[in-house]
C-alpha cells in the first residue's frame, strides 16, 4: 500500500489565524507572532498573495494554532477553539448572515460537509442525527489528526451555529484520534 501523501490546507484557513490576532491582540501580538514562527510559516503570513493553487502543508495550519494558543493564551486549546469561532463569521458578510439565520445545524453540518474539500484536501466531515436538538459531527479519514484541528472545528461550528437563531447553542469534542478514539467526534446542541 502507497503511503498516504500529507494533508493540505488552504492557505487562507491559516491567514484567518492571523485575522484573529490582529482583532483580538492587536499588531504586536502579530508581529511577535511572525517572529516566533518557522521560516515556511513566517513566508506564507508575509507572502502577498496565495501560493499557487492556495495549498499549503497542513502541518503550517497546527503550528500557527500552537502559536497563538502557547504565546498569547494558557497552552490550553482555548485560543484555537476562539480563533475557529473567529473563522466562522470572518469574511460572513450580510448573505451568510442571512443564511445563517435560517439554516437549521443539521443542514449548516451538511453545507459544511460538501465545502470540506475546499479547505482541506483530505478526510471528511459526515454527520447524524443524535436525537432531539443534538447533531453528531465527526472528522473521519483525515491523514494527519491533531488536536490543534479538532479544537479549531469545534470552534468554527460552534461560532457557526451562534451566527443563527438556536438558543444555547454548544459543541463538545467527545473522541479524538490524537486521543486513541477511532475517529473525531463532537456533539452540537442547542435550544
Avoid at 451562534?162 to 463538545?172: A, I, L, S
Wanted: glycine share 10%; hydrophobic share 40%; proline share 7%.
Amino acid at each position: 500500500m502507497a503511503p498516504k501523501r500529507p494533508a493540505r490546507v488552504q492557505a487562507t484557513t491559516v491567514r484567518v489565524r492571523e485575522a484573529f490576532v490582529a482583532e483580538r491582540f492587536g499588531s504586536s501580538a502579530v508581529q511577535r507572532l511572525r517572529s516566533l514562527a518557522s521560516p515556511e510559516l513566517r513566508e506564507l503570513l508575509l507572502a502577498a498573495g496565495p501560493p499557487p493553487g492556495g495549498w499549503v502543508p497542513f502541518s503550517l495550519f497546527v503550528e500557527m494554532n500552537q502559536l497563538i494558543d502557547r504565546s498569547l493564551g494558557k497552552g490550553d486549546g482555548e485560543l484555537v477553539w476562539e480563533s475557529g469561532r473567529f473563522a466562522a463569521s470572518h469574511n460572513a458578510g450580510v448573505w451568510k448572515s442571512l443564511i445563517m439565520r435560517h439554516v437549521t445545524p443539521a443542514m449548516l453540518v451538511s453545507l459544511a460537509s460538501s465545502l470540506w474539500s475546499k479547505h482541506y484536501d483530505g478526510g471528511r466531515l459526515v454527520s447524524r442525527p443524535g436525537g432531539g436538538s443534538c447533531v453528531m459531527v465527526s472528522i473521519v479519514d483525515f491523514p494527519e489528526p491533531d488536536p490543534a484541528h479538532c479544537r479549531a472545528i469545534g470552534g468554527w461550528m460552534q461560532g457557526s451555529l451562534e451566527m443563527g437563531p438556536r438558543k444555547n447553542p454548544k459543541v463538545k469534542e467527545v473522541a479524538c484520534r490524537s486521543a486513541g478514539a477511532a475517529i473525531c467526534e463532537f456533539r452540537l446542541t442547542w435550544d
